[in-house]
Nanobody, 120 residues
Framework: QVQLVESGGGLVQPGGSLRLSCAASGSIFRIDTMGWYRQAPGKERELVAAITSIGITNYADFVKGRFTISRDNAKKTVYLQMNNLKPEDTAVYYC??????????????WGKGALVTVSS
C-alpha cells in the first residue's frame, strides 16, 4: 500500500506565501511523476504543477512565475512553494504520484488534500 500525506496548508493574506509538502510512504519501488492539483468550491480539479523523476517541470499558466514545484527523491517528497498568493488560489490542494510498487504494480495515488485559503 502507498500513502501520500500533504502538509503546509492554511490561511494566508493576499500577496503572502505558503509551502506545501507531500511525503510518500509504503511499498514503493519507484516514484515517477509527482504533481499538485487543486479543486476550488464548485469547480473541477485542475493541474497546478508536475515534476518528473529527473526534475522536468510543467506548470499551469495561472501559476507560472508565482509557484515552484520541487522534489527530494531520497525523501520521497514533493514540494510546492507558492508566492504572491491571490484569493482565486483558494482551494484544496491534492498531491498526486505515479508509483511503481515493490511488487511491480503501477498505480496513480492521491493524498487527502490540504486546504489553502487566501483572504484578508
Amino acid at each position: 500500500q502507498v500513502q501520500l500525506v500533504e502538509s503546509g496548508g492554511g490561511l494566508v493574506q493576499p500577496g503572502g506565501s505558503l509551502r506545501l509538502s507531500c511525503a510518500a510512504s509504503g511499498s514503493i519501488f519507484r516514484i515517477d511523476t509527482m504533481g499538485w492539483y487543486r479543486q476550488a468550491p464548485g469547480k473541477e480539479r485542475e493541474l497546478v504543477a508536475a515534476i518528473t523523476s529527473i526534475g522536468i517541470t510543467n506548470y499551469a499558466d495561472f501559476v507560472k512565475g508565482r509557484f515552484t514545484i520541487s522534489r527530494d527523491n531520497a525523501k520521497k517528497t514533493v514540494y510546492l512553494q507558492m508566492n504572491n498568493l491571490k484569493p482565486e488560489d483558494t482551494a484544496v490542494y491534492y498531491c498526486n504520484a505515479g508509483v511503481v510498487t515493490s511488487r511491480l504494480g503501477i498505480g496513480d495515488y492521491w493524498g487527502k488534500g490540504a486546504l489553502v485559503t487566501v483572504s484578508s
